[in-house]
Structures are given as structure tokens and as C-alpha cells.
């Protein structure tokens, strides 16, 4: 009751600024919890119900966590705007704390072996998609007949081509055989 008679003394005026405020307030690089505590001080005097406040909220918030509010929380622009908080909230500081137990975004990703994957990308990953690289250091060079590596990068000398064809048929034989 008391925030409808507060809402009808506010100005046409002032309740345009404070909308004007509200669609142009973005997250950024604060912390969550400071952008929910500026956006709950003009939400009350915007006069918006509490649909239009959520699309608000996950405009002004960055652009992944409202994705994964969505997708992995599965949440409803229907759903109040305080679920809306508390699920934005754990997922940040989640994220937060891998960042810290690394040493953040960048000591992850400067690990030293271009190849490894930083912790980020790993979160990111689809469990859906194929890991082709894994067999890769397990390949046999048609070359010299050694694991590890393929002919193209082989730092031995060529062999005779008739020797390359028997190497080949062998690498076929335990193919058939399923010993890959």
C-alpha cells in the first residue's frame, strides 16, 4: 500500500528520469551485488510490475550470466525478480571463486603448453561435443613406423617407397584389428 501512494505523488517527470536511469544502468564491472543495489533503489520508482523490472535486470546485467540465468537456471521472465537475483548471485560468485582458486583469467590461460585448456573454457564446453584432439599424440608415423607423430612433421630420413606401402598395410591390418 504505502509504495502505490508513493507512486502516486511521483512526477510524470521524475518517473520518466528514473525509467531513463533504470534501461541505461548496466552492470559493468562492478560486482553484482553493487548494480542490484543502485537498480533496487530506481525500481521502486519506476512504476514497472514485475515482468518488465526482470527484462530490465537481465538487460543491465552482462550478457552470459544472463544467458546461463536462462539456460542452465532455467528461469522465466514469469519468475520473480528476487529468484532472478539469487540464482544471478550464486552463479557470479561461482565464477568468482574458480577465477580466485586459478589466479585469475589470465594466469590460466599463460599456463605454459599453448594446447591445455584454460578452466574457463572448460566450464564453457559443451558435454555434447566430440573431443577429437585427445587421440592425437597417438598417431603413427607412416615414415619411420614410430608413435607420436605423422610423416609430415617425421625428422628422419625418407624411407624407400615400397617400405612407406608396407608400413601402410600394417597401419591398415591393425586398424582392421581394432588395435588403432
Request: with cysteine; charged share 35%.
Amino acid at each position: 500500500m504505502a509504495d502505490e501512494i508513493a507512486q502516486f505523488f511521483i512526477s510524470m517527470k521524475t518517473q520518466t528520469r528514473v525509467i531513463e536511469k533504470l534501461v541505461k544502468l548496466k552492470q559493468g564491472n562492478r560486482l553484482l551485488e553493487d548494480f542490484w543495489s543502485e537498480f533496487v533503489n530506481w525500481k521502486e520508482l519506476s512504476g514497472y510490475n514485475e515482468v518488465a523490472l526482470v527484462g530490465l535486470f537481465k538487460k543491465g546485467i552482462h550478457l552470459a550470466l544472463a544467458q546461463k540465468l536462462v539456460e542452465i537456471g532455467q528461469l522465466r521472465n514469469s519468475d520473480p525478480l528476487d529468484e532472478w537475483y539469487e540464482k544471478a548471485l550464486s552463479f557470479e560468485r561461482s565464477r568468482r571463486e574458480v577465477i580466485e582458486e586459478f589466479g585469475g583469467r589470465r594466469n590460466m590461460e599463460n599456463l605454459g603448453d599453448a594446447r591445455k585448456k584454460s578452466v574457463l573454457d572448460v566450464l564453457r564446453q559443451d558435454p555434447n561435443t566430440m573431443d577429437v584432439d585427445r587421440h592425437r599424440e597417438m598417431r603413427k608415423c607412416y615414415n619411420c613406423g614410430e608413435m607420436g607423430h605423422l610423416t609430415a612433421k617425421c625428422s628422419k630420413p625418407r624411407r624407400e617407397r615400397s617400405e612407406e606401402v608396407r608400413i601402410v598395410e600394417e597401419a591398415k591390418e591393425d586398424f582392421s584389428l581394432g588395435r588403432e
